[in-house]
């Protein structure tokens, strides 16, 4: 199994930056991609960025030019830069990898969530 842990979140002012950490720990050869997804209150949770193993982002149109995604697999860490932050940003963010546990099955991992609040 993989664990996935976030940190990072907290309080900050619209135009802030603030850098979110995801670690994974257990089988994180099975890894392949991951991704930052982001739920808002009364809304449904999306996909906020995402990286492959070969280094591949791809971008919500909403955080595209504001945000960074990127990966340190000797530490096993996912990164999620966020500048210009704006209200909206606001929302609990989750880490989310995709394993590859067989040749024919995949799996999913979710982090417990860190809680990102930009104030106006």
């Known amino acids: 199994q993989v664990q996935l842990v976030e940190s990072g979140g907290g309080l900050v002012q619209t135009g802030g930056s603030r850098r979110l950490s995801c670690e994974a720990s257990?089988?994180?050869?099975?890894?392949?991609?991951m991704r930052w997804y982001r739920q808002a209150p009364g809304k449904e949770r999306e996909l906020v960025a995402g990286?492959?193993?070969?280094?591949?982002?791809n971008y919500a149109d909403s955080v595209r030019g504001r945000f960074t995604i990127s990966r340190n697999t000797a530490k096993n860490t996912m990164y999620l830069q966020m500048d210009r932050l704006l209200p909206e940003d606001t929302a609990v963010y989750y880490c989310?990898?995709?394993?590859?546990?067989?040749?024919?099955?995949?799996?999913?991992?979710w982090g417990q969530g860190t809680q990102v609040t930009v104030s106006s």
């Open positions: 990286i492959t193993s070969d280094g591949t982002t």
């Open positions: 989310n990898a995709k394993l590859v546990v067989s040749i024919e099955a995949t799996m999913e991992a």
């Open positions: 257990g089988r994180t050869y099975q890894i392949n991609a």
